[in-house]
Structure formats: C-alpha cells, structure tokens
C-alpha cells in the first residue's frame, strides 16, 4: 500500500525554467492539496482539488498552475521559477470532507 | 480569518518530563475541526488527531493527551514521560469547511519544536 507518493523528492532547477512536482495517491481519496513549507510560515495552501477536473485556489496561487486529470494524479506545475519559490512542497489527500490529511513526503524544490 | 498560533517555537525537555504543547485557535465557524501533526526530523508530516467542535471530551492515547477548551480556543498537547523519539516539530491546525465543493482547509499554525535530551 503505498499511500501518497510524491517526485522528484529533492529537485534542483534555475530561475525562469518550468518544474512540475507530481503526486500520486492510491486511495481514491476525493480530495487533494499542495502545500508549501517555509520557515516561519508553517504550511500554506497553494491550490487543493475537490475532484477530478475541479481545483481551486488556496492562500499563495501565485506562479503555480494545477491539474487534476485523474483522481489518483495532482501535479504541480511552475510555469517560471522564481527563487521565493524555494521550499518544501507537500501534497496531501483527504477522503472527505473534514476528514484528516495525509501528507506525502515532501519535495525539496530549490531554484538558483 | 481563521487563524492558528503556536506560541511556543521552541521547547527543550529531558527525556521523562511532561511537556504540554500549547496551540491556540480564531475562527467564526460553529462547526470545524482540530488537528495535531508530528513532522519528525525526517521530515514527513503524521497524523496524530483530528477533534470535531462538538466534542470536548479530553483524549488520551497512550503517552499522548489532547485537552480541548473551546472557551478558550485552545487545543494543548500533552507528552507524558517524554522520550528522545518525540522530538520533533508538531503543528496545530484548524479546518475550514467552506471550500468549493466541500473539504477542509487546514490552517496551520507555524509549528513547535520539541526537543528531547537524554
């Protein structure tokens, strides 16, 4: 059972280019969430998507675009990087509606 | 807004001391939920709890205890006889059930970080 996987786990990239972080859950969770991690800020909510074929903005959306084709799917993409996009990024899933999350295990995304 | 704050950033024991991890919420909502994650060294974030509003009942799961006083906004976490494995920074975070299409938002408060020394 391999729950919620995340990749690339560690990503190293230059300003301006375009990065996609990829989630996969085995759950059929309905619900999926990227979040980022930064000192001092604790986690905050990029997009998060009810569905497949629904997502929506969180509380930073700026500089980042999602889809969500499939349920078990929810990549993250960075359409140009910046380097305040520095960070951990978390995916995580929810069977419901406040139901608990389950976090995958983060990728450390660094732009120079 | 909703908001979660972790007054404490850092906290240091020695192993087999109680420690009471303090987490204070705001929200307008009469219905959310409360929750408890671990991010041990290793980085990975784990559920520990998740507690309905409607429910003030205190919670003891094995070393761990979970206190909620709604009139207070609070939801502490106590670590009985601490052990050098607990150290860890764990996060307190609060639901929002008004997404579209349902599902809850966590808000997070920025995290307290336990250390525990032999």
């Known amino acids: 059972d391999a729950g919620i996987t995340q990749s690339p786990r560690y990503k190293i990239t230059e300003t301006g280019r375009q990065v996609t972080l990829m989630c996969h859950q085995t759950?059929?969770?309905?619900?999926m969430f990227w979040y980022r991690q930064d000192l001092g800020h604790g986690l905050r909510l990029i997009y998060y998507?009810?569905?497949?074929?629904?997502?929506d903005k969180g509380e930073v959306p700026d500089g980042y675009v999602v889809s969500r084709s499939k349920t078990e799917n929810f990549p993250l993409t960075l359409e140009s990087a910046t380097r305040s996009q520095t960070s951990v990024y978390f995916c995580?899933?929810?069977?419901?509606?406040?139901?608990?999350?389950?976090f995958g295990p983060g990728t450390r995304l660094t732009v120079t | 807004a909703q908001k979660v704050t972790q007054a404490q950033t850092e906290i240091s024991v020695v192993e087999k001391e109680d420690v009471t991890l303090d987490c204070v919420y705001e929200?307008?909502?009469?219905?959310?939920?409360l929750f408890w994650y671990k991010q041990p060294p290793s980085g990975e974030l784990v559920f520990l709890i998740r507690?309905?509003?409607?429910?003030?009942q205190n919670e003891i799961s094995g070393r761990y205890s979970w206190n909620f006083q709604k009139s207070t906004s609070s939801f502490n976490f106590t670590i009985t006889a601490s052990q050098v494995v607990d150290s860890a920074v764990y996060f307190c975070?609060?639901?929002?059930?008004?997404?579209?299409?349902?599902?809850?938002?966590?808000?997070f408060g920025t995290g307290t970080q336990l250390k525990v020394e032999l």
């Open positions: 995580a899933s929810s069977e419901g509606d406040s139901y608990e999350q389950y």
């Open positions: 759950w059929s969770h309905s619900y």
């Open positions: 998507s009810a569905a497949a074929d629904i997502t």
């Open positions: 929200t307008r909502d009469t219905t959310y939920y």
């Open positions: 507690r309905n509003s409607f429910d003030e």
């Open positions: 975070a609060l639901s929002d059930l008004r997404l579209t299409g349902g599902g809850n938002k966590l808000t």
